[in-house]
Nanobody
Framework: QVQLVESGGGLVQPGGSLRLSCAAS????????IGWFRQAPGKEREGVSC????????YYADSVKGRFTISRDNAKNTVYLQMNSLKSEDTAVYYC??????????????????WGQGTQVTVSS
């Protein structure tokens, strides 16, 4: 059974950092692009970042560029999102998603196959 499980969310003060993890089970992540998305209350889900299958290409939405870093450890079947200099507007439920191909289109995986259940990130003083 294909499953993605996010973890690492929580409450953090503005300017703080969090690292999200997305662990895959039931399949190998090696061949696929992985992306992070977020959905704030009352807003549509938006793409945040994407990494291709080999990990040598990464892409970011302008709103997080320079603050967030996506990475992957294919040996651990896990993708990470390091979030630094967090702002209140980063508050959202964060989701990971796997594409059906090894590449990203823009900053989202091409042809998404599966989603995780999400992890809440709250940035507040």
């Amino acid at each position: 059974q294909v499953q993605l499980v996010e973890s690492g969310g929580g409450l953090v003060q503005p300017g703080g950092s969090l690292r999200l993890s997305c662990a895959a089970s039931g399949f190998r992540l090696d061949y696929y692009a992985i992306g992070w998305f977020r959905q704030a209350p009352g807003k549509e889900r938006e793409g945040v970042s994407c990494i291709n299958s080999s990990g040598d290409s990464t892409y970011y939405a302008d709103s997080v560029k320079g603050r967030f870093t996506i990475s992957r450890d294919n040996a651990k079947n896990t993708v990470y999102l390091q979030m630094n200099s967090l702002k209140s507007e980063d508050t959202a439920v964060y989701y990971c998603a796997v594409g059906r191909y090894p590449f990203c289109t823009g900053y989202v995986p091409f042809n998404i196959g599966s989603w995780g259940q999400g992890t809440q990130v709250t940035v507040s003083s």
